[in-house]
Each structure stands twice: as C-alpha cells, then as structure tokens.
C-alpha cells in the first residue's frame, strides 16, 4: 500500500513568486493535514482538510492556503513568497478526522526561497 | 547573520542499551498522543500512539508512557540498535474532534556502536 506521496520533493523559488505543493494521501484516507518544519520553529500546523471542508488552520498568514479534492488529494498554495518561507512542508494524512486515527507523514517538499 | 534554531535536547546510549526519551506536553485537553522519529531529509516515521485513557501501551520494543498529572509523555526503546539514531518528536492532538498536532521540539538520539 502507497503512502503519502508529496510533489515535488525539491524545489527553489525566488522571492515574490507563489508556490503550489501536491499531496496524494494514502488510499482510504480522508484527512489531510500540512505543517511547515523549519529549524527555527520546529513542526507547526498548517492546516487540516476531510472532505474537501477545511476543518481546522493554524496561525500562519493568509499567503498560506490549501485544498482539497474529491479524491481526497490535497494540494497548499504560497503567495508572494518571502525568505522565511523557505522551509520542509509536510503533508500527512489519516483515516478519519477524530482523534485517534493514526496520522501517517509523507516524506515532504523543500522549498527554498532565494 | 547567525542563524537561531531550536536547540534539541540529545540522548546518546550504547547499542544494547535501554533509552528513555521524555516530554512536557502543553494542553491538558489532548485527548491523543503519538510519537515520531525522524531520519535526516525524511517525514516523521510513526512509532506509537496512546489515547489519554491509557497510562501505557506497549509496542515492538516501543514503549510509552502518559502522566497526564504532570502533563508528561516518556518514550521508552528497548535494546537500542544504531538505526534507531534519529530525531525522536512527541504530538499531542490539540484540535479536539478535530486534527491540529502540536508537535514538541524533538529529541536528538544517537546510538554508538
């Protein structure tokens, strides 16, 4: 059984730009959540999407916004790209939206910005 | 400039070795927990998870514990191997019914041979 594919893995943009990131979640699975890593921050929530219905968002600027479709694939948007954007995003994915479902990490896109 | 990051706590064992890897977790309202590893320039792996009724579930050579007195989550390997060596981060499910995982800063883990 696939898991979490996230495309692409590597990319480099420059500042101003805006940015598309792809998730495929693990099939069945109907919950897609983002979250941004950096060194600085650690893992920080992006947001989190189940049936296409944006469920739950973290603090980040609305430069940041996601999707979701009705094959349960996900994809994050980045407008106007700043340095501080540059970072890993990763895409996980679970059964179900409640608590207690496993939540299973792809293996994330490198964004740099320059 | 110099450039800030999070400072991660380390844990170096021997192989062979038990390892204990603790967290403070922040919301006395997580109702689930789970912990990750994380292997240079890859997603966290899952390891183990455990609901906020339990006090302890077991894996294969996993295993946690939850002291939701003390808001305290340890992560307990047994016979650490090398491929255990790894960032090791708690989450706790902060979002109630629904999923926002707030993740911990993460634990360094280095297994000498």
């Known amino acids: 059984k696939a898991g979490v594919t996230q495309t692409p893995r590597y990319l480099i943009k420059t500042r101003g730009q805006q940015v598309t990131l792809s998730c495929s979640p693990i099939s069945g699975h109907r919950s897609v959540s983002w979250y941004q890593q950096t060194p600085g921050q650690g893992l920080q929530f992006l947001f989190e999407y189940f049936s296409e219905t944006q469920r739950n968002k973290g603090n980040f600027p609305g430069r940041f916004s996601g999707r979701q479709f009705s094959n349960s694939r996900s994809e994050m948007n980045v407008s106007t790209l700043e340095l501080g954007d540059s970072a890993l995003y990763l895409c996980?994915?679970?059964?179900?939206?409640?608590?207690?479902?496993?939540?299973?990490f792809g293996e994330g896109s490198w964004l740099t910005v320059v | 400039g110099e450039s800030v990051g999070l400072h991660l706590p380390t844990l170096s064992v021997q192989e062979g070795d038990n390892s204990i890897i603790n967290c403070a977790y922040s919301?006395?309202?997580?109702?689930?927990f789970i912990w990750y590893k994380q292997e240079s320039g890859k997603g966290p792996q899952f390891i183990i998870d455990?609901?906020?009724?339990?006090d302890k579930r077991q894996g294969q050579r996993v295993t946690v514990l939850l002291n939701k007195t003390v808001k305290h989550l340890s992560l307990q390997i047994a016979a650490t191997q090398p491929g255990d060596s790894a960032v090791y981060f708690c989450?706790?499910?902060?979002?109630?019914?629904?999923?926002?995982?707030?993740f911990g800063k993460g634990t360094l883990l280095t297994v000498n041979p």
């Open positions: 455990i609901r906020s009724n339990m």
């Open positions: 919301n006395s309202a997580s109702d689930y």
């Open positions: 989450a706790e499910n902060s979002g109630g019914s629904n999923y926002k995982l707030t």
């Open positions: 996980a994915s679970s059964f179900g939206s409640s608590s207690g479902n496993t939540i299973y």
